[in-house]
């Protein structure tokens, strides 16, 4: 008898797969493949954000250039600041920071923000991350007007380096997957990372050169050395300078880009390893 029913009850795996790399990457690969799905709901949320407004997503371009542009002229008058060189450097900061800022804080609450699809849509966790960054793709493409409009204004001396632009923001896209997956998941578990997260970016923000660029720091004598190297402990800096800097016309030192590939790698190793071990509880904690 004992023998009949263990031939009829196969015996429970030892390990289970649901916690290894390779459905980690299996379910990044196959969100990948279902970019329909991720490109209409990115699409879809940029649509009902400014649903019945006049000037639709153009109000991207609109809030964010004149926010640029108020912070240039004021600060560019505080500092003593040349404005046909400090308003572009402000307002690329401050695209390119929009990017970072929305991918952290976005990307924090892109599971818990989507509790009934993950419910009800069998669909790999990944989906939502590339929804989150392709939404932030949409954003940063709009706000290509302001720097054509910049530009057109105030020509920068450009080069043939204004092509190392593409590699950085690939970076940014990479960068900006791996945090929406550790904090994104991070903060399903635990709540009280996204209101951390919201303090600390805006405390990082002012930490960063956007507003005031690191000549004024040169101004005074005797401590510029030291105030520059603590400017260059913030990673935000490396990031704005890669991508900021080619547009300027300026040459960016390979310690920038070594930096932001560093950190490129590990935190994808971070999101793998948070991948690994708490994808499939993603479902249970929205």
Partial sequence: ??????????????????????????????????????????????????????????????????????????????????????????????IFWNFIQSSILEG??????????????PAPVSVHVYRVV???????????????II??????????????????????????????????????????IGQLLTTVVQLVFFMTPIIWSTQSLTSATGEESSRLKIVELNPMFHYLEITRGPLLGESVQFYHWAIVIGCTVVGWVLAMLVMRNYRARVAYWV
Avoid: C
């Avoid at 924090?108 to 849509?121: D, R, T, W």
């Fill in 108 to 121: 924090s609450a892109v599971f818990s923000a989507n509790e009934g699809l993950i419910k009800q849509l």
């Fill in 151 to 192: 530009f057109a204004i105030f020509p920068p001396p450009l080069n043939w380096t204004v092509l190392l632009v593409i590699p950085a923001i690939g970076l940014f896209v990479l960068n900006a997957i791996w945090v929406s997956i550790v904090f994104g998941i991070l903060s399903t578990r635990f709540r009280d």
């Fill in 1 to 94: 008898m004992s023998s009949v029913v263990s031939d009829e009850i196969p015996a429970a795996p030892l390990v289970s797969d649901s916690r290894t790399m390779r459905r980690a990457v299996r379910d990044l690969s196959q969100g990948l493949r279902t970019s329909e799905l991720w490109l209409h709901l990115g699409w879809q949320d940029i649509k009902q954000r400014y649903r019945r407004s006049v000037l639709g997503p153009l109000w991207i371009t609109v809030a964010t250039g004149v926010t640029a542009v108020a912070m240039g002229l004021l600060y560019g008058e505080l500092f003593g600041m040349d404005i046909k060189v400090f308003l572009p450097y402000v307002a690329l900061g401050f």
């Fill in 134 to 148: 392709w939404r932030q793709l949409i954003i940063f493409a709009h706000n290509i007007v302001i720097i054509a």
